[in-house]
């Protein structure tokens, strides 16, 4: 069983910065895959970044450019730094991996950004 905890959301004025943190444990297997996604209320779930073991990464049309996905595999931690925030990357932000197939998420962490 994976266990995920996020941390390092907030309130934060729009322009302003924010970094994210997934701590990951409990996985008998390396996690290839890890990503964030977000949620704003009434809408669906979203990716915003992923990243690969390798340090491959791909990244939402909307982030690109303001956000940062980074991965220490020695502490099994993936970061998102945000610059840049605007009102509408307002949103409950989740970690995820696949680990043999199988998906967890984390808990999720509130993001605000006022404008």
């Known amino acids: 069983q994976v266990q995920l905890v996020e941390s390092g959301g907030g309130l934060v004025q729009a322009g302003g910065s924010l970094r994210l943190s997934c701590s990951a444990s409990?996985?008998?297997?390396?996690?290839?895959?890890m990503g964030w996604y977000r949620q704003a209320p009434g809408k669906q779930r979203e990716l915003v970044a992923g990243?690969?073991?390798?340090?491959?990464?791909n990244y939402a049309d909307p982030v690109k450019g303001r956000f940062t996905i980074s991965r220490d595999n020695a502490k099994n931690t993936m970061y998102l730094q945000m610059n840049s925030l605007k009102p509408e990357d307002t949103a409950v932000y989740y970690c995820?991996?696949?680990?043999?197939?199988?998906?967890?998420w984390g808990q999720g962490t509130q993001v605000t950004v006022s404008s």
């Open positions: 409990g996985s008998r297997f390396s996690i290839n895959r």
């Open positions: 995820n991996c696949v680990v043999v197939l199988v998906s967890y």
């Open positions: 990243i690969t073991s390798g340090g491959n990464t």
